[in-house]
């Protein structure tokens, strides 16, 4: 079923917010809030508790990002946006043929995602509007959906020639260079096709990044959502100011981590700013924190990564389905990574096996499983055992259908005897 958003005005220091709920109905955009045009000064400070909170001015001291392409699949970004330009490449449009023809696409969730990861801001030295976690990288913009106020919105979401677009959409990421994909976007059903692209992203070394989403309020576990929820994919919960979960995040066993998405400033097109809430702008800040961490370690390995993601939390506790294993911080994480990255991610060495090849003798002769010792006499010992306790087993049932039936017997012979004879006189 097709939603439309939802408006609510409400007043702030900075501007005027719009409230949206973005539902697409097999596809859904979990950003939730928006803002209206804000100065930029007041953008960047508003800004400073996401950024505290993600610790990204120590992570900046090691990487901001450089050589790192960033797949936004989503909505569209704008490429002329002053805190974007130079940094979108616009890529392929996998929605084209819904909207009539000559209508130009609205752009505005991608542009606000796109912000949250690379953003370098404008004016002297950046210093103002949208910095995003990795500024320095670079957005590959591939249209995958629409957003619900566009004319082919529906159109879309009910013809079958779209079903794929996500599966095609990594695919096309991971063929034009892109090391991490983001995936603010969620469905109820994961499909055959996506699964074999995640596959083909994570075998090239391209790390997933997807919005666990935005249907928990109320709920002790939510549906899970996907893509978040294939394995191989960094599923990301929004939380508040004070890192607890958010109201609406999603509960469940696939949630690897969380970041801040509660008012959360972006930039959206037409050089304008908006805040939100959704797992969307949770999502977009931890592949910024993915894009620093393949930018020091460009051949670190999805799993790698991930891991160095969910062991960078300051507050340590144990894993829950609200927030996984904590509040992802940007300078943990490239700090847990620079110590995985002295590793393998396979053993080497004398005497480890090649996975790949067939299992060979070791030094010797002797094949890898060795058999010391076979005790002919226990095995026919404890056998002969385990036959006896089983035929006694069936000994004893026996015995009790023999008393039952014999039981039974006598109960209907008992019912046949005669009523005995009713005394004519009582005695005195």
């Not at 090849?357 to 404890?382: C, F, H, K, N, S």
Request: include cysteine.
């Amino acid at each position: 079923m097709l939603t439309r958003r939802a408006r609510t005005k409400i007043r702030t220091k900075i501007g005027r917010c719009v409230l949206a709920a973005l539902a697409a109905g097999t596809l859904t955009l979990p950003g939730g809030a928006f803002l209206g045009a804000a100065r930029a000064d007041d953008v960047r400070l508003s800004q400073q508790d996401v950024l505290r909170t993600l610790d990204v001015d120590d992570a900046w001291q090691l990487t901001k990002g450089a050589g790192v392409t960033v797949a936004v699949l989503d909505s569209g970004v704008d490429p002329d946006h002053r805190d974007l330009a130079g940094s979108v490449v616009t890529g392929r449009d996998f929605t084209s043929g819904a909207n009539p023809r000559g209508v130009e696409p609205v752009r505005l969730h991608g542009t606000y995602m796109a912000s949250l990861i690379a953003g370098h801001g404008h004016g002297p030295d950046g210093a103002d509007g949208i910095i995003g976690v990795a500024p320095e990288a670079r957005v590959l913009s591939v249209r995958v959906i629409l957003e619900d106020e566009e004319p082919g919105f529906r159109t879309f979401n009910s013809d079958a020639r779209y079903e794929g677009v996500v599966a095609k959409g990594i695919r096309y990421a991971v063929d034009h260079g892109a090391e991490v994909v983001n995936l603010s976007l969620s469905k109820d059903m994961p499909t055959k096709d996506e699964r074999a692209a995640i596959r083909y992203a994570i075998s090239k070394g391209v790390v997933l990044v997807a919005a666990a989403g935005n249907d928990g309020a109320g709920k002790q576990t939510a549906p899970y959502s996907y893509p978040a929820a294939i394995p191989g994919v960094i599923s990301v919960a929004a939380v508040t100011s004070t890192l607890r979960r958010a109201s609406f995040s999603n509960r469940n066993s696939s949630v690897m981590v969380a970041a801040p998405g509660v008012d959360v400033l972006g930039a959206g097109p037409g050089d304008e700013y908006w805040v939100g809430r959704g797992t969307s702008q949770a999502t977009a800040l931890v592949s910024g924190i993915a894009a620093l961490i393949k930018s020091r370690h460009p051949r670190m390995s999805p799993a790698l990564v991930a891991q160095a993601l969910s062991s960078s939390p300051e507050r340590k506790g144990p894993y829950n389905t609200g927030t996984g294993f904590g509040v992802v911080n940007a300078y943990r994480a490239l700090s847990v990574a620079a110590t995985l990255a002295r590793h393998r991610a396979v053993a080497s060495g004398a005497g480890v096996l090649n996975p790949s090849r067939p299992l060979r003798t070791a030094a010797g002769g002797q094949e890898p499983i060795v058999v010391v010792r076979r005790d002919t006499g226990a095995i026919l010992l404890y056998g002969g055992i385990a036959l006896a306790a089983f035929a006694g087993s069936g000994a004893g049932l026996a015995v009790l259908l023999v008393l039952a039936r014999r039981a039974r017997r006598r109960e209907r012979e008992d019912d046949a005897l005669p009523p005995a004879p009713w005394p004519s006189r009582l005695p005195t």
